[in-house]
T-cell receptor, first 113, second 113 residues
């Protein structure tokens, strides 16, 4: 069964303390891996798409990387406004048309001032 | 509008009633997706539309759920004879084409009494 597992479930950091979030996946035929940020009471906000192993994307304090089995979201010198739940999702090559995203359960990140 | 719009933002109804949830995608987006997010659970894919067509309805939880899209734009998700287990946040997303990044609305929070 195709699965997406995120770790840790929750992470508390001090402002400026860099860290990484992990997303491991077991899917047959990865088409793309997506990172989203979700704030309470809001829908997920798109951050990055990665398509092939070795690919990297950056945006402000965030950097996403992809290997054949996992992806990392690196957060450098985070600020309190980076506090959110970070979601990882995948799409797969399938026999028919487009399937929806398969999501992990997310990492709840808290950045303390 | 600039983003995906969903209405109502909140809906409280009695068990056994029918509900209709509406999604207005980003203008020009041909693909539209429905997801469900339950407390403590990840996002669960329900159904997608390419234009007005939904090629695969197997993700819908039961035959009480149906969805349609008209004019390649607005979509409605209908739940008949609601049950308490239907309580969740229903999220809609759209993308410029299949497999492109999906952009989410803020969802409809559905509570079944």
């Amino acid at each position: 069964e195709d699965q997406v597992t995120q770790s840790p479930e929750a992470l508390r950091l001090q402002e400026g303390e860099s860290s990484s979030l992990n997303c491991s996946y077991t899917v047959s035929g990865l088409r793309g891996l997506f990172w989203y940020r979700q704030d309470p009471g809001k829908g997920p906000e798109f951050l990055f798409t990665l398509y092939s192993a070795g690919e990297e994307k950056e945006k402000e304090r965030l950097k996403a990387t992809l290997t054949k089995k996992e992806s990392f979201l690196h957060i450098t010198a985070p600020k309190p406004e980076d506090s959110a739940t970070y979601l990882c999702a995948v799409t797969m090559y399938s026999g028919g048309g487009a399937d929806g995203l398969t999501f992990g359960k997310g990492t709840h990140l808290i950045i303390q001032p | 509008g600039a983003g995906v719009s969903q209405s109502p933002s909140n809906k409280v109804t009695e068990k056994g009633k029918d509900v209709e949830l509406r999604c207005d995608p980003i203008s020009g987006h041909t693909a539209l997706y429905w997801y469900r997010q339950s407390l403590g659970q990840g996002l669960e894919f329900l159904i997608y539309f390419q234009g007005n067509s939904a090629p695969d309805k197997s993700g819908l939880p039961s035959d009480r759920f149906s969805a349609e899209r008209t004019g390649g734009s607005v979509s409605t998700l209908t739940i008949q004879r609601t049950q308490q287990e239907d309580s969740a946040v229903y999220l809609c997303a759209s993308s410029s084409a299949l497999y492109q990044p999906q952009h989410f609305g803020d969802g409809t929070r559905l509570s079944i009494l």
